[in-house]
Structure formats: structure tokens, C-alpha cells
């Protein structure tokens, strides 16, 4: 039955806050991987099937990773992978008897690809009542768009995200795959709920969850979207800045760096204005009295703050405004990041092993007292199909069948 306890063998983390808890997943790109990533991250034992033909197609995106794809071993640490042909019966079957002792099934496949491996979340109930299945998908059931397949890209366009990145007449993507992480993490959160849900009794009827990329979009557009929705106004992109608030952007300094200041309220701007820019006719100019103000004017307060800012080093500008209460960073380049003070003084880095050595990674966000995050290895295709199989009791000659049958991939070398 779905949902008992996992096999022994399991490779979950033991004490973490998912011990116990096994997933397993349909997944390629993003979105599901990352959904997947942090239940890992929290202890579960997460089993990535794989066509044995390639796997997940982002493990051929790059090879910059010791001759491994980035976007791979940032989201698949911590899984386990199992080679799975689904157009075979003998596939399908393994899947269902993989099922049968797992608690969620999360999958990001093309659009009807779950019905036509008969795997939809009404296929499943009958046999696996107390499976939890969760699909991602580009654009949600029953609208237009619901058939069309679905990258990040393609869904910031359409969710609007572009036109509010980059400058006017220079929309851009912004840089991470926001769609597919936020979808992810929203899938992560669904599963939890339910999880905690069935766990104190309540909602035991609840298991079937789905999310859109397009739905988390407008989800964060929601600023946006309201703004013009209520004022008829499509606000134009700033660059590094934002149409919500002023004075807050990048300037550069003096020492050729690039320094961003921000306020959030007028208590903010006054201390800027007054203590920082040493300019009390701007701060008793009524014109930026409130926030309304100053967006409308911006370009007199960016000027007045970019002016001070060129006659002063980063370090000066910083200090001085760290001692006035006003919100600021440093632009940083990715290279830069990579040996960021911040992350050293904490020791955010943990080495991941890997089929092509160690490499280094980044802690997960969450900081949970008394527990770390297992950081898992990241898995090579195919690399667990004869454990796994083998905990969920099949026998040597059953996985020599199914390796004969074309049902597996090839052992793994």
C-alpha cells in the first residue's frame, strides 16, 4: 500500500525532519528537480527515475563540472538514480511496485505525459490511495495555453516578468530560472502540507497537488500586476532599480565600484537626504515629502545621490551609511561571489561528491538547529537501479530479467 514505511536500505538521512519519507520523481530541467533537491535536503529518500536512454536532459546542458552539466549538479545532489523504460510493461510495472512503498510522486514531464504512461494522480488512486502525486507543468489544465510545452524563458515572457526587467525597450530575462525554482519550492511546500496534514489527521483525502509555471508567474508579478491592474499603467523597467520606491538603485563610486542605496520610507529619506547628502534643501523640499513624490521626480534625487557618491570611495559611502540606518550592498559579479567574506565567515560551503570527483556546494538556505543537510551525491545515470530495485525486493534474477527485457538500463559502470 502507498505510503509504508520505505524499504531497508533506504539512503535517507537518519534524523533529519523527512527521514523515512521516500519520493519518487519523473523529472528533467528544473523545476521538479529542485522540488525533489529539497526534500533531500531535508532527509527524504528521493529516487530519480531515468529514461536509460540519456536521463534527464539536463545532464548534457554543459559539461563545465569536471565534464559535468551545472544546472545537474546544483539541483540532483542527494538522489538516487534508477533507469526506467516506461514504454515497456515490465517498466511500468517496476514503477507501480516503486510506488507501492512510497509516500509522493513528483513529475515535470511534457504536457499528457503522465496520462499516456497511465501514471496521472487518477490513474494512481486506485492502486496507491495514499500517494501524494504533485506534477509541474507550464501553464495549468483547462485554459489555451495548457497543451503548449513550457521553459522558464518562455514563461517569464508570458507572465510579464521580462517587461518589468532591463530598461525600456530593453526588456530582459531576469538571470535565475526564477519560474522554475519558485515552482519547485511551491510543489516542496504543497508536499510538506500535505505530508503534515496526513501525519496529525487532517486532509487525508487531500493528495493530489498541481503546479503551473505560468500560476507561480503572475503569482510573482503580483506587484505588478496589481499596480496596473488598478492605475491602467504598465510601469516601465528601471534596470537596477525599481518603479515601487526612490531613491533606490546603483551609483558609482569614486574607486570604480558600484554601490545600491535604498530607502523603503520617509523617515529613510530624511536621514539619507539630511545626514548622508548633507542636503537639507532636499529633504524640506515638498516636492519629495512622501514616496509619491520622489518616484515622480526620481531622476533629481539619483542625480544629487549619484554626484555624492562619485566623490567617495565604496568603503566611505558604506561606512557612512551603515551609520545613518540606510540599507545598502555592493554589485557583485558571480566570480566575486564565489569568495564572498559573508559565506566564508559562515562556512556555507560543503564538498558534494560526485561521478567525476568532489565538487564544492553551497549549504541550502534553511538552518535548522542540530541538524545538517546530508549534501548527498550528486547521482551518475542509472547509478542505483540494481540497490534500489534490490531494497524494494527484487531479486538478482528479477533485475536480470528486467536488464534482459530492455525494462532497465545497463549496470553501471
Known sequence: MSGSEPAAGSSATSGGPLA???????????SAPMCTRTLADFGARVIK??????????????????GLAAHFVWANRGKESVTLNLKSEAGIETMHRLLDKAHVLVSNLAPGAMARLRLSASDLAERHPDLITVEIDGYGAGGPLSHKRAYDLLVQAESG?????????????????????????????????????????????????????????????????????????????????????????????????????????????????????????????????????????????????????????????????????????RYNLPSEVLEHPQLSARDR?????????????????????????????????????DRVLADFGFTGDDIAALRGDGAIGPAYC
Request: hydrophobic share 35%; charged share 20%.
Open 349 to 385: 560551503w560543503r564538498q558534494v561528491d560526485t561521478s567525476a570527483g568532489p565538487i564544492e556546494a553551497l549549504l541550502p538556505p534553511p538552518i535548522i538547529a542540530g541538524f545538517e543537510p546530508p549534501m548527498g551525491a550528486v547521482p551518475g545515470l542509472g547509478q542505483h537501479t
Open 161 to 329: 516578468a521580462c517587461a518589468v526587467t532591463g530598461r525600456p525597450g530593453e526588456p530582459a530575462k531576469p538571470g535565475p530560472p526564477v519560474a522554475d525554482i519558485s515552482s519547485g519550492l511551491y510543489a516542496a511546500l504543497s508536499i510538506l502540507a500535505l505530508l503534515c496534514g496526513k501525519g496529525r489527521g487532517n486532509g487525508g483525502e487531500l493528495s493530489s497537488v498541481s503546479v503551473s509555471l505560468f500560476d507561480t508567474m503572475t503569482e510573482l508579478m503580483g506587484y505588478p500586476l496589481t499596480y496596473t491592474k488598478y492605475s491602467g499603467i504598465d510601469q516601465q523597467p528601471l534596470g537596477m532599480s525599481s518603479p515601487a520606491v526612490s531613491p533606490y538603485g546603483s551609483y558609482g563610486t569614486r574607486d570604480g565600484q558600484t554601490v545600491v542605496l535604498g530607502t523603503t520610507n520617509d523617515r529613510e529619506w530624511q536621514r539619507l537626504a539630511r545626514e548622508i547628502l548633507e542636503r537639507p534643501d532636499l529633504a524640506d523640499d515638498t516636492r519629495f515629502a512622501g514616496n509619491s513624490g520622489r518616484v515622480r521626480h526620481r531622476e533629481v534625487l539619483d542625480e544629487a545621490i549619484e554626484s555624492w557618491c562619485g566623490r567617495h570611495d565604496l568603503e566611505h559611502i558604506q561606512k557612512t551609511a551603515d551609520a545613518a540606518g540606510i540599507g545598502n550592498s
Open 49 to 66: 527515475v531515468e529514461n536509460p536512454q540519456g536521463g534527464d536532459f539536463a545532464r548534457d546542458y554543459d559539461d563545465v563540472v569536471n
Open 20 to 30: 523515512g519519507i521516500t519520493v519518487v520523481t519523473l523529472e528533467q530541467a528544473v
